[in-house]
T-cell receptor, first 114, second 116 residues
């Protein structure tokens, strides 16, 4: 079984400041890792995913994430945030083999202040 | 391409009633998964349909059932509604379970169910 822990339920930052949203996971099998964003009253949109290869993954809207296998982490970063980045962010894992279901963390609400 | 569509957008029911939610997958996708997102929580996997059969199931009671049609669209049915069933129900489609879990699951906007 897999589990995902997002260490911060809310992260307030000022516009143009850098941000890091933290994600740790637990799994007895190999997993793929994802970050999704949910804007108010909308479904989930994929930001980026790690399947294999380079541990630094670049996604849409200037976001990137780094996979750290030894620390079982997949933290999301952006060097300079905008008001439009205000949303809920979810980290998720899926087993490489076996059940093809996404397991999500509880979410981190990112609030950008002007 | 319309993406994943869900209907209705909102729904209000009373305890004990039954509800049916509908999902049309993204063009070219044949696998549909359903998730329940309670307020302030991350989505939780309910079940997945491929080739008109339930392939995977999460920890949800038998009150939750589904169906997939030959055109790949899907329905989620919930019987004997409880107050705790109030949530956003998300449908996600992907291009094929046989192609593995690395493929992106595309999510619809969801159906907000309120049980009174």
């Amino acid at each position: 079984a897999q589990s995902v822990t997002q260490l911060d339920s809310q992260v307030p930052v000022f516009e143009e400041a850098p941000v890091e949203l933290r994600c740790n996971y637990s799994s007895s099998v190999s997993v793929y890792l994802f970050w999704y964003v949910q804007y108010p009253n909308q479904g989930l949109q994929l930001l980026l995913k790690y399947l294999s290869g380079s541990t630094l993954v670049k996604g849409i809207n200037g976001f990137e994430a780094e996979f750290n296998k030894s620390q079982t982490s997949f933290h999301l970063r952006k060097p300079s945030v905008h008001i439009s980045d205000t949303a809920e962010y979810f980290c998720a894992v899926i087993s490489v083999q076996g059940a093809q279901k996404l397991v999500f963390g509880q979410g981190t609400r990112l609030t950008i202040n002007p | 391409d319309a993406g994943v569509t869900q209907s209705p957008t909102h729904l209000i029911k009373t305890r004990g009633q039954q509800v049916t939610l509908r999902c049309s997958p993204k063009s070219g996708h044949d696998t549909v998964s359903w998730y329940q997102q309670a307020l302030g929580q991350g989505p939780q996997f309910i079940f997945q349909y491929y080739e008109e059969e339930e392939r995977q199931r999460g920890n949800f009671p038998d009150r939750f059932s589904g169906h997939q049609f030959p055109n790949y669209s899907s329905e989620l049915n919930v019987n004997a509604l409880l107050l705790g069933d109030s949530a956003l129900y998300l449908c996600a489609s992907s291009p094929g379970v046989r192609r593995g879990p690395s493929n992106e699951q595309f999510f619809g906007p969801g159906t907000r169910l309120t049980v009174l």
